[in-house]
């Protein structure tokens, strides 16, 4: 890790490689914090509460699929409105 903060420095703080070392310590610590859940019962119980049942995280999928559908179809409506306007445009043109 060292040597990746080394090298980001050298090329000047490229936000690009600032952003894989904050990704890569992060993944690190999590792996260190499941690695300690393996071993301590009672981190593993506090880790196992913070994570969603099966009936909510089905639930959270859906609302996520559903604000992903929703989403889709304001993107959907905006180029066709642009796509419209650019008809009309056209043919006021000629």
């Known amino acids: 890790m060292k040597f990746l903060s080394q090298l980001c420095c050298a090329l000047n703080g490229d936000a690009d490689l600032w952003v894989f070392l904050s990704i890569a310590k ?9 690695q300690k ?10 880790l196992k509460s913070r994570s969603l049942g099966p009936e909510l995280s089905e639930t959270q999928m859906h609302l996520r699929k559903s604000i992903r559908v929703r989403i889709l179809v304001v993107l959907v409506s905006k180029l066709l409105l642009i796509f419209v306007f650019r008809l009309f445009a056209i043919g006021y043109k000629s």
């Open 26 to 34: 992060t993944r690190k610590e999590e792996i260190a914090r499941f």
């Open 37 to 46: 859940a393996k071993n301590d019962k009672e981190f593993a119980k506090i």
